[in-house]
């Protein structure tokens, strides 16, 4: 069984393909990054994978269940931080953490997720409407690991934390894949995922146009960039997210361009 | 598949989600300093009621009847801002995809918005009641039991009917200020436009006005209007005297004072009894969260 199936999926808006025929496998226990600028349909893939959107074609199943006829099942066992969220303003941190709790079926140590997230217990009386953007996220983000998820979910984690949120996000992506969780998270910026990421998946326009191991992604830039090898480094320690881009659509680019001569000179 | 002693879930079934959503809706709720403030105006408006008829000392003036006539415009209000962006609202903020990231579907965060919402309005209302007893006995001497339960109870239903009509209309659009302009729409037209409409549709099928006499599917569409429908189940729960606070200019028959059976010159249908008010009300609240939530689940959020 694989922790996340993608065949052929497709979801499509009016005549713009959000999602353009997605075939992915996502393995139990790896920590996935899917890669790509915003609206480049990582969003929309997460959100047919939760059942808050409905795919035009194709499947998607979460740990052998089918997103859409079997949503329930999904949910039991996969914890969730959902792209644009937020939390109830007048409800406190604790609240929240047991509201988790009494919908997940399960008793919450509140301490015990505080300490993990980083939150002080000072700040866990307040109400979520007083909290900065990296503390909601915190919060957030342990009511996604209430419950002890086979499957963590996490659309953007690291946006509007700041660095110290952004460490404090990878060790417990580390924490909770050293548990056997497998974690599937999307980022606009390489750099917060590849420290952390078994395989990276890279989302353009719809499209999955790569899918690689970092160190795979890192010596394909540095083979098919010459300017990377003139500077004499073997291997680019700076591996950005738009020089993968670069690589990777302008050779379909070109290909494209290729096919279409033939077809254009008659 | 890890596992640890703390929180491993233990399942649950789908009454736990809608109770757990509806506590944190009435959690929620509270802490509100707009219901905080309809609140202290329903306990102000109900004090000055009974001020206002120990003052006028009107035998014929019936405080409970008259306390009637701010609650139809005050439970409607209230119930139209608990429901109305119960479920658009977290579509809109977000909250509702932290909500529906756990176990509950989309079904269940509907009735538990409707539980919980539910429980903040007898909430308030039993505050209100309450108050109404010690007030009663502060001004006029003597507290009338009877016609209070009485106009609590329709009054509850009143609350319930707009609760529903705004939860269903929350869940079937996507933002907060659509459902609450169509809510808000909605009340007005009951208000101001049901007579009207109902004649309007007389005329399309007759071609007149209606005269001294009408048919009593007439009579049932007036009845239909929760406001009718308030005022009727208030009468016939004990509390003579309330009458419906809405615009009537007499276009329904030439003879709108006279009864039922005069009116429409036959023994009362059953469809056209008393009880058949408190269907009505139940009805504001069942079909509008039904036809909702039928739109709800089919949605992309």
């Known amino acids: 069984m694989a922790a996340i199936q993608l065949t052929d999926l497709t979801k499509r808006y009016g005549d713009h393909l959000a999602v353009d025929g997605v075939d992915l ?32 074609g194709g499947t998607a199943t979460v740990l052998g269940y089918d997103a859409q006829r079997e949503p329930r099942a999904v949910h039991e066992r996969v914890g969730v931080l959902p792209e644009g969220y937020s939390l109830y303003d007048r409800l406190t941190g604790r609240e929240h953490l047991r509201l988790a709790g009494r919908l997940n079926g399960c008793s ?28 909601s996220q915190r919060l957030a983000l342990g009511m996604a690991t209430v419950g002890d998820p086979d499957l963590l979910v996490l659309d953007e984690p690291t946006s509007g934390l700041d660095p110290h949120g952004v ?18 998270f999307s980022s606009h910026v390489l750099d917060h995922v590849e420290a952390v990421c078994d395989r990276v998946g890279i989302l353009d326009t719809g499209r999955l146009i790569a899918v690689d191991t970092i160190n795979g992604l890192r010596e394909a ?44 000179e008659q | 598949m890890s596992t640890t002693t703390a929180d491993t879930p233990t399942g649950t079934t789908g009454l736990d989600r809608v109770a757990a959503i509806a506590r944190k809706e009435f959690v929620h709720g509270v802490r509100s300093r707009t219901l905080q403030v309809l609140l202290a105006a329903l306990l102000g408006t109900t004090a000055l009621v009974f001020w206002a008829a120990e003052r006028l000392a009107d035998p014929s003036l019936s405080p409970v009847g008259l306390l009637g006539l701010p609650l139809q415009l005050l439970v409607p209000v209230a119930a139209i801002l608990i429901g109305s962006a119960a479920v658009s609202g977290e579509r809109e903020s977000g909250s509702l995809r932290l909500l529906l990231g756990m176990p509950p579907s989309r079904t269940e965060v509907v009735l538990g918005k409707l539980l919980g919402g539910a429980s903040v309005l007898v909430a308030g209302l039993a505050v209100t009641f309450g108050w109404a ?32 009509l705004s939860i269903g209309v929350s869940s079937a659009v996507s933002t907060a200020k659509r459902s609450l302009a169509a809510t808000f729409g909605a ?16 005329y399309l099928v007759s071609g007149s006005l209606p005269g001294a006499e009408v048919p009593g599917w007439l009579l049932f569409l007036d009845r239909s209007n929760p406001i ?24 329904l028959g030439t003879n709108p004072s006279a009864g039922v059976a005069e009116r429409i010159g036959q023994t009362v249908p059953v469809y056209l009894t ?18 909702g939530l039928a739109r709800f689940r089919r949605a992309d959020l």
């Open chain 1, 221 to 264: 830039v540095s083979a098919e960039m010459p300017g990377v090898e003139a500077s004499g480094a073997e291997l680019p320690d700076e591996l950005t997210l738009e020089a993968l881009f670069e690589l990777y659509t302008t050779g379909t680019d070109a290909s494209r361009q290729q096919a279409a001569v033939p077809g254009g």
């Open chain 2, 274 to 291: 008393d009880p058949v008010s408190v269907v009505v009300l139940v009805g504001w609240l069942v079909v509008p969260v039904v036809a």
């Open chain 2, 133 to 164: 007893l010690l007030v009663s006995r502060l001004t006029v001497g003597s507290v009338p039991v009877g016609p209070l339960v009485g106009v609590a109870i329709a009054t509850v239903l009143l609350g319930g009917a707009f609760l529903g």
């Open chain 2, 187 to 202: 009340f007005l037209g009951v208000t101001f436009l049901w007579e009207p409409l109902v004649a309007g549709v007389y």
């Open chain 1, 167 to 184: 460490s404090l996000l990878k060790r417990l992506v580390r924490a909770e894949a050293d548990r056997g969780t497998t974690v599937f």
């Open chain 1, 25 to 56: 496998t996502i393995e139990l226990g790896e920590v996935f990054g899917f890669l790509g600028p915003n609206g480049a349909g990582k969003s929309t893939t997460i959100n047919i994978l939760l059942d808050f959107i409905r795919p035009t």
């Open chain 2, 228 to 251: 009718e429908a308030y005022a009727i189940a208030s009468n016939m729960l004990g509390a003579a005297g309330v009458s419906s606070l809405r615009v009537s200019i007499g276009l």
């Open chain 1, 108 to 135: 919450v140590d509140v301490e015990t997720v505080l300490d993990r997230i980083g939150l002080a217990p000072a700040d866990a009386e307040r109400p979520a409407g007083t909290y900065s953007t990296g503390m």
